[in-house]
């Protein structure tokens, strides 16, 4: 319920930042852990594989392409740091951003309430004006205990 209670109002925080889709070609391959990866033009164009997924998860992929920033100071305390070699929350909805800024999207969030969890929490309290080095530490104390090894996420600077 409180999940669900964050996505939405994520989820209606954004609706009026949303920009329309772009056009590209873009390209689907399976990573080796299985996740699926999808590369397209840019952050504002979403990858095939949301299309079938529900309004929220779809709309935190959104805020993560928006939040790159952010979610890369971020630990996941899913277990993918182990399982999928992520090194932040931010690789579970993008394994990488290229210098053209294309960006190649993953998968494993679609499957993940940790992962989306944690994403949100950060991207809301980034919009209320906290800093990385604040949100960093409260993401490693709620998560602390119960979860997976936290992912090998570099601190941000103070």
């Known amino acids: 319920m409180k999940k ?10 954004l609706v009026s930042a949303c920009s329309p889709k772009e056009q590209a070609q873009q390209h689907q391959h399976k990573a080796p852990n299985g996740d699926l990866r999808e590369q397209t033009a840019s952050a504002g164009v979403l990858p095939e594989f949301l299309k079938n997924k529900p309004e929220p998860i779809r709309v935190v992929y959104q ?14 305390f899913c277990g993918c740091g182990e399982s999928a070699g992520h090194q932040s929350n931010l690789n579970c909805f993008i ?5 053209d800024g294309s960006i190649v999207w993953d998968d494993h969030g679609t499957r993940c309430d940790v992962c989306l969890e944690i994403a949100v ?3 809301r309290m980034k919009q209320d004006g906290k800093s990385d080095l604040e949100i960093r530490k409260f993401i490693e104390q709620t998560y602390k205990t ?3 090894k936290p992912t090998p996420t570099p601190m941000p600077s103070a």
């Open 4 to 13: 669900a209670a964050l996505l939405v109002i994520l989820a209606a925080t």
């Open 63 to 76: 805020a993560a392409g928006q939040a790159t920033d952010l979610l890369q100071w971020i630990p996941c």
């Open 95 to 99: 394994q990488k951003k290229n210098a």
């Open 121 to 123: 929490q950060s991207i």
């Open 146 to 148: 119960g979860y997976a």
